[in-house]
């Protein structure tokens, strides 16, 4: 379209074209009646006022009045007739020039049709290649979520097993069975867990010079039962330096974790691989039985041996006796090198409250059977203070023996060549 068509003002066709044209007609239609009623008018008039004129001179005035009128109306009419020749004209041209700025406009509006189809058509494919992409995000998202929704679930629970919950059985609380398949799995997975739980408490250390400082911290767990409060479980970390090599002290702890002793008698029931065993230790003067599963583990990264013990309360391979107490629980005992001969023991303990057959053991009966001295009218304040000292000695005396045990590497090799350790 050129330039000056586009600063053209488009406007609808008047309504009244149709009609100036068909008043232009009625107009000259009526004059040419007025005409003729004049014409006759004038006939009548001549007749009354010429009575007395003869017939012949009244004929020839008609006909000279007649031929003037007749004269004079084709004169009016003519000019008429070319005005409405001129007037159809005008109209004529105006309707041509109307269509055709019409024509001109349908064609701009045919052009900018056409353009707004080809960027609507881009819109549109643009638009789908978003929603495609926006799509591909949300579902890429969605798998996103749902995986740390599947974490989220994941770690709450190894979070709930990582420490003893009210209400809840302890990871560590298992019932051996007598199916074979079963106990391997059982003891190999308690030992693998155990020696994990290790690695996570005690992480590679930076230095030697951290935390080399001797200690010992008992926590208790309390709850409560039908009978009130009770002893949920008991946790203790201890740290002491030995003056041996670390493979001579690890070989130590586990000689008497195996091996028998005026004070207990060991026996080894199951061996699973080398370096896991299912150990039973009998304490014939306090009436316990103790039942374990212990593993050893070499970590030459990190250079250090752990051992682990998982006890068990329930195996049905050896039920309860009358008047015999157990305990569930766990503990590793990491032996740190730092030089040829010194060597850093970090020992955890978590033991849950002792069970028979009938069940837990209440507050009192937790005391008594940890030979501490009590009396019937100690309150639950009294008795939690006697079991916090009794267990705080008895590790203390248990640290001290096993000190005592060591020192003779003083005098020896680095490490003991007679036995080996089934290290893994």
């Known amino acids: 379209m050129s330039g000056n068509q586009k600063n053209v003002n488009y406007e609808p066709l008047?309504?009244?074209?149709?009609?100036a044209f068909d008043k232009a007609m009625l107009d000259g239609i009526e004059f040419m009646d007025d005409t003729n009623m004049e014409e006759v008018d004038g006939d009548e008039n001549v007749a009354e006022g010429n009575d007395d004129m003869n017939e012949k001179a009244g004929l020839e005035g008609k006909r000279d009045a007649n031929e003037a009128t007749s004269t004079q109306s084709k004169s009016i009419a003519a000019v008429r007739q070319r005005n409405s020749r001129d007037t159809k004209k005008k109209l004529f041209q105006s309707w041509y020039d109307r269509i055709e700025d019409l024509e001109a406009h349908l064609a701009y509006f045919k052009k900018k049709a056409a353009k707004w189809k080809r960027i609507n058509d881009y819109k549109t494919a643009a638009l789908a290649a978003h929603i495609l992409k926006t799509e591909r995000i949300n579902l890429e998202l969605l798998t996103a979520l749902t995986g740390q929704e599947q974490l989220k679930v994941f770690l709450q629970d190894w979070l709930a097993s990582q420490s003893p919950q009210k209400g809840r059985p302890s990871p560590m609380e298992t019932t051996l069975l007598p199916d074979e398949n079963g106990r391997r799995s059982?003891?190999?997975?308690?030992?693998?867990?155990?020696?994990?739980?290790?690695?996570?408490?005690?992480?590679?250390?930076?230095?030697y010079e951290e935390e080399v400082e001797d200690s010992?911290?008992?926590?208790?767990?309390?709850?409560?039962?039908?009978?009130?409060?009770?002893?949920?479980?008991?946790?203790?970390?201890?740290?002491?330096?030995?003056?041996?090599?670390?493979?001579?002290?690890?070989?130590?702890?586990?000689?008497?974790l195996v091996e028998s002793n005026p004070?207990?008698?060991?026996?080894?029931?199951?061996?699973?691989?080398?370096h896991i065993m299912?150990?039973?230790?009998?304490?014939?003067?306090?009436?316990?039985?103790?039942?374990?599963?212990?593993?050893?583990?070499?970590?030459?990264d990190e250079d250090r041996i752990t051992i682990?013990?998982?006890?068990?309360?329930?195996?049905?391979?050896?039920?309860?006796?009358?008047?015999?107490?157990?305990?569930?629980?766990?503990?590793?005992?990491v032996f740190q090198h730092v030089t040829d001969r010194l060597t850093i023991v970090r020992w955890s303990i978590v033991s849950f409250c002792p069970v028979t057959a009938n069940g837990p053991l209440?507050?009192?009966?937790?005391?008594?059977?940890?030979?501490?001295?009590?009396?019937?009218?100690?309150?639950?304040?009294?008795?939690?203070?006697?079991?916090?000292?009794?267990?705080?000695n008895g590790f203390e005396g248990l640290r001290d023996q096993f000190l005592r045990r060591c020192s003779r590497f003083k005098?020896?090799?680095?490490?003991?060549?007679?036995?080996?350790?089934?290290?893994r």
Request: proline fraction near 4%.
């Open 14 to 19: 008047r309504e009244g074209g149709d009609d």
């Open 186 to 207: 059982g003891c190999l997975y308690m030992t693998n867990r155990a020696y994990c739980l290790s690695k996570q408490k005690y992480p590679p250390r930076k230095t």
């Open 216 to 256: 010992l911290h008992v926590t208790l767990h309390l709850d409560e039962d039908d009978r009130g409060t009770c002893v949920y479980a008991y946790e203790c970390h201890i740290q002491f330096t030995v003056d041996a090599n670390f493979e001579n002290v690890a070989k130590t702890w586990w000689f008497d």
């Open 263 to 274: 004070l207990v008698e060991a026996s080894i029931i199951e061996k699973f691989e080398d």
């Open 278 to 300: 299912y150990v039973k230790h009998e304490f014939t003067r306090f009436k316990f039985r103790r039942l374990c599963v212990a593993g050893v583990f070499l970590d030459h």
């Open 308 to 333: 682990t013990q998982t006890g068990i309360a329930v195996d049905e391979r050896f039920p309860f006796v009358e008047g015999e107490s157990r305990s569930n629980g766990f503990q590793w005992i």
């Open 362 to 392: 209440s507050l009192f009966e937790t005391a008594v059977n940890m030979r501490c001295d009590v009396k019937p009218e100690d309150s639950e304040e009294v008795l939690l203070a006697k079991l916090q000292t009794m267990v705080e």
């Open 411 to 423: 005098l020896e090799p680095t490490t003991i060549p007679a036995r080996d350790l089934p290290i």
